[in-house]
């Protein structure tokens, strides 16, 4: 009887194998272009998430999940939309992570995500200009990072507390830079303060000394840089500091990576900036899950962990809604992401799957502490960063 018993389970669970669903889902960052040296860190981020899941085997009575990458260039829309269409049309995703900046992640929403029915997850498309797409976007939009709107106050705070009542401000040529631009000089002004110039600075240039003349023409106690750390932004610098024009910087999120660090070191001692981040709570938890792993990337770049929570989200909703059906499961991505419910850790993904397949409910904290607020947006925390002696040092967080 025990081995009729044995031969029973094992063809059971055999049929149950064959059986399980095979889901696939999109990561659409750019792993060229701009921001290439971030999102090498941002795509493995993602990447660990599914498999953290995939390899519980809790996900929808068994189902594996594969990650299937994509280049958004995150800046040609053309390129972004073509290999959204690939990962949705010939590799079948059930939801994408991305995209990554702002233009291209409002392209793809708007082209490919909402005419299929595919649910969006991006850790780091921050525009204002996307927040009004939630109202239009059948609630298939969401984000783990915070608008820029809420970034323009922070950076606000933080020039106004060092004493910074005048700045010049360059941004690139598109939604992202002129958005954070605007946000900025709004909050700014009303705080008081005074932008002498506020310009936009082409990606791709060899030189720079133009544009930087006319910063520096306009003045300023410090130049805010809202570009991107591997394209225009380290080119106004390079630029800025050669010529003396500039000798400290303010740096929002498109600029803060280890590249700033490894191109400029020293250099820019004494300049400031921010960028989305989990607590030292969290972020500490976050490199012990990611070094558990076996992954191989930075967990303390920007934007990697909410590239971890954007996937986490994807493959949590579907658990609730007992569907991997983007159509059945978009409703079911707040509910896991804040109260009430258990919460749920980095590394905690199976025991988020079992609590949800029990009739439980989660409140996923993951990488950043998240929590989603409006239609799909993300209430956000912010790491004020100095550089100071070569390094960039948190100062407090926002």
Known sequence: MKKLLTATAAAALMTGAASAEEIKIGVLLGFTGPIESTVAHMGPAAHMAIKEVSESGLLLDGATVTAVNGDSTCVDSGAATAAAERLITSDGVKGIVGGDCSGVTGAVLTNVAMPNGVVMISPSATSPALSHMNNEDNGLFFRTAPSDARQGVVMTDVLMEQ????????????????????????????????????????????????????????????????????????GIVRAALD????????????????????????????????????????????????????????????????????????????????????????????????????????????????????????????????????????????????????????????
């Open 243 to 398: 010529t003396g024009a500039f000798d400290t910087f303010h740096f929002p999120d498109g600029m803060m990576s280890d590249a700033l660090v490894a191109n400029f070191g020293d250099e820019i001692e004494g300049s400031t900036g921010q960028h989305p981040s989990p607590s030292e709570e969290l972020a500490s938890r976050f490199k012990e899950v990611t070094a558990a792993s076996g992954m191989d990337f930075e967990p303390t770049t920007p934007f990697a962990p909410e590239s971890y929570d954007a996937a986490a989200l994807i493959l949590l909703a579907m658990q609730a809604a007992g569907s991997s059906d983007p159509n059945v499961y978009k409703d079911k991505v707040e509910m896991v992401a804040n109260a009430p419910g258990e919460q749920i850790q980095a590394g905690e993904l199976g025991k988020g799957l079992e609590i949800l397949a029990n009739g439980g409910d989660i409140d996923f904290v993951g990488g950043t502490g998240v929590e989603l607020v409006g239609p799909g947006e993300a209430a956000g925390l912010f790491r004020e960063v100095l550089i100071e002696g070569g390094e960039d040092k948190t100062v407090t967080f926002r």
């Open 163 to 234: 004493g910074i009542k005048e700045v010049a401000v360059t941004y690139t040529n598109n939604d992202y830079g002129k958005g954070l631009a605007d946000a900025f000089a709004e909050a700014y002004e009303a705080a008081g303060g005074t932008v002498t110039i506020s310009a936009a600075h082409e990606d791709g240039k060899a030189d720079y000394s133009a544009e930087v003349g006319a910063l520096a023409a306009a003045g300023g106690e410090r130049l805010v840089v809202a570009g991107y750390v591997d394209q225009g932004g380290a």
